[in-house]
């Protein structure tokens, strides 16, 4: 496996969720900056040495109300 992806949302009770497609793995955080953070360690920690993708890909998704 050379990329995993991510779908990023905003949090409801505000910062950021991180949910890995195809892989059971989950991380959250206050900014975008730990996001990365979080996300390169649940990454190393899931996958066994040197097995770990060498691209993480996150897509951000968020949703948006419009009232009529």
């Known amino acids: 496996?050379?990329?995993i992806m991510f779908v990023v949302e905003?949090?409801?009770e505000g910062g950021l969720t991180a949910r890995a497609l195809?892989?059971?793995?989950f991380t959250e955080a206050d900014d975008?900056?730990?996001l990365h953070q979080q996300?390169?360690?649940a990454v190393n920690c899931h996958f066994d040495e040197g097995k770990a993708p060498k691209i993480i890909r996150?897509?951000?998704?968020r949703e948006e109300l419009?009232?009529?």
Do not use: K, Q, W, Y
């Open 1 to 3: 496996m050379n990329e």
């Open 10 to 12: 905003e949090a409801p």
């Open 22 to 25: 195809g892989e059971s793995i």
């Open 32 to 34: 975008i900056e730990s």
């Open 39 to 41: 996300v390169r360690d």
């Open 58 to 61: 996150l897509h951000f998704t």
């Open 66 to 68: 419009i009232a009529v």
